[in-house]
């Protein structure tokens, strides 16, 4: 019924910037608090950014000054500007809701804990 629709991954050599997207899909979406999280190969999965619907931010220690996170509510879209990236930025990142409405007809429905199909960030040489 709601997707979260990650693009923008990629190579990317050390030093370089990129920048992640990720989109709301669904009939009359409202969407709260939105967030990156990445997970590296043996590593578990770890926040990197997360924004309110205010638009107020949290970020890794490991990413501030870095990675920029910022959304566009009209429409339903987060994105992350990764600069100054470094080999240990490598990762799946994920793209996570804590809170999706959408409409099935005019019913409304929320769905918690939404998490995006992760998008493949290489930072190499």
């Known amino acids: 019924q709601v997707q979260l629709v990650e693009s923008g991954g990629g190579l990317v050599q050390p030093g370089g910037s990129l920048r992640v997207s990720c989109a709301a899909s669904?009939?009359?979406?409202?969407?709260?608090?939105l967030g990156w999280y990445r997970q590296a190969p043996g590593k578990q999965r770890e926040l990197v950014a997360v924004?309110?619907?205010?638009?107020?931010?949290n970020y890794a220690e490991s990413v501030k000054g870095r990675f920029t996170i910022s959304r566009d509510n009209a429409k339903n879209t987060v994105y992350l500007q990764m600069n100054a990236l470094k080999p240990e930025d490598t990762a799946v990142y994920y793209c996570?809701?804590?809170?999706?409405?959408?409409?099935?007809?005019?019913?409304?429905?929320?769905?918690?804990?939404?998490w995006g199909q992760g998008t493949q960030v290489t930072v190499s040489s």
């Open positions: 996570y809701a804590d809170r999706i409405s959408f409409y099935t007809g005019t019913l409304q429905y929320t769905e918690r804990d939404c």
């Open positions: 669904g009939n009359r979406v409202s969407v709260n608090a």
């Open positions: 924004i309110s619907l205010g638009g107020n931010t």
